[in-house]
């Protein structure tokens, strides 16, 4: 069994960082495709970032792209450091794990987290 956990959401102030962890336990012997996906009330879940388990490349959503950042340990944990905040970023953010190449799409992930609030304000 696989098991996400993601901590490090909060409220913070518009132009403000924040850093989400995402600890993966179980089956670590496995070589995961990694992501973060956020969902915001009323609207449609929304990829986030991804890395490949060899972190030879990373994605980025277009309204993230310099602003947010994606990295993973040798445990394959991964960590989204999130940077100048605005308050269209609040949502519950989730991280998921893919035994395949998922990239940024939700419907090839295999293992996902609780999730995290984050909440901006202006």
């Known amino acids: 069994q696989v098991q996400l956990v993601e901590s490090g959401g909060g409220l913070v102030q518009a132009g403000d960082s924040l850093r989400l962890s995402c600890t993966l336990s179980?089956?670590?012997?496995?070589?995961?495709?990694l992501g973060w996906f956020r969902h915001a009330p009323g609207k449609e879940h929304e990829f986030v970032a991804a890395?490949?388990?060899?972190?030879?490349?990373r994605l980025y959503a277009d309204s993230v792209k310099g602003r947010f950042t994606i990295s993973k340990d040798n445990a394959q944990n991964t960590y989204l450091q999130m940077n100048a905040l605005k308050p269209e970023d609040t949502a519950v953010y989730y991280c998921?794990?893919?035994?395949?190449?998922?990239?940024?799409?939700?419907?090839?992930?295999?293992?996902w987290g609780q999730g995290t609030q984050v909440t901006v304000s202006s």
């Open positions: 998921a794990a893919a035994t395949g190449w998922a990239g940024s799409v939700y419907e090839r992930y295999d293992y």
């Open positions: 179980g089956r670590t012997s496995s070589r995961y495709f």
């Open positions: 890395i490949p388990w060899s972190a030879s490349s």
